[in-house]
């Protein structure tokens, strides 16, 4: 109905002028939500600005005597073309019972690894550890069965509040492509401070409507949602600490950018105005969500929207 308004009603009768408003105050919520949230989006040392982080929900592997942290990955592909290809490989540590991650590249004459091309990587594997819900342990070998996947995750709420950081892609001015680098130090300190933000954020909200959306979703089976399985209940659990923060400070600027637009332009384009600019948050929530997946294979490679249709799947 609101797309419909837009195109039918608010276009004609606001013309060239409603557009030129959403550009301004647009720009105006970029401009204010990037000296909010600089601190938790730091860019690299070398000038380079991350574009995605890439993460990976984990479980506590149930074989004998292994407890290992499993990450629920599928695909280890970063970039599948034919002249520029990347990938993630498994790394197991035995005696520190975690998986780690290295980054290999594709030459001429075979993969490497990106951070020391002298090293050559025979036969390497694409494919991740997780198959029809149920997960392989990297370590032990020992598959952990897919209720015991979804029994584990119910108690985190889905996992999306601990995953695992596994690589950062970044893009650098005058470089072509997507550059893809294993996390630091500075990488995790952000994604905590930014999840002590987002508390701070809740405890001193006062108005009627919570900063990130605690209604509960749509019952399991209805609207294709199954992310109930998985402990993902609440519309709140969809998002990480860090994205949730992101878009309950955009939602609010958003808000600010009505109010000030109502002044400059009375009540009725104001709101329309303020309208449009909520349609684009949610084109931004629909890739800022922890259900979304990186594609290897399209011309630039990219974060692909969870929300395909009407569906959480």
Known sequence: VLLNKVVLEYIPK???ELADEVRKWGEWIKREAEKELAEFYPK????ATPIAYLWARTIQC???DCGAEVPLIRSLWLSKKAKRSAALQLAPKLKAKRVDFQIIVKQPDGWVDQANPNIKIKDPKFDGVVKGGSATCPCCGYTTPVARVREQ??????????ARLM???TT?????????????????????SAAKALVRMQSSHVADLSPVPDEPLSAKGTLGFRVQNYGVLHWGDIYS???A???ATIARLVRNAGILTRKDSGDQQGGVVQALLGLSLIRLIGRVNSLCWWRPQADQEKVEVSFSGKTVP
């Open 14 to 16: 606001y013309g060239k």
């Open 62 to 64: 149930e074989g004998p």
């Open 172 to 192: 650098r001015e005058g470089q072509l492509g997507r550059i893809y680098r294993p996390p630091t130090s500075q990488d995790e300190e952000a994604a905590r």
């Open 44 to 47: 690299d040392p070398d000038g």
């Open 245 to 247: 923060l992101t878009l």
């Open 153 to 162: 995750l119910r108690t985190r709420r889905g996992g999306a509040q601990d």
């Open 241 to 243: 600490p860090r994205q």
């Open 167 to 169: 690589c950062v892609v």
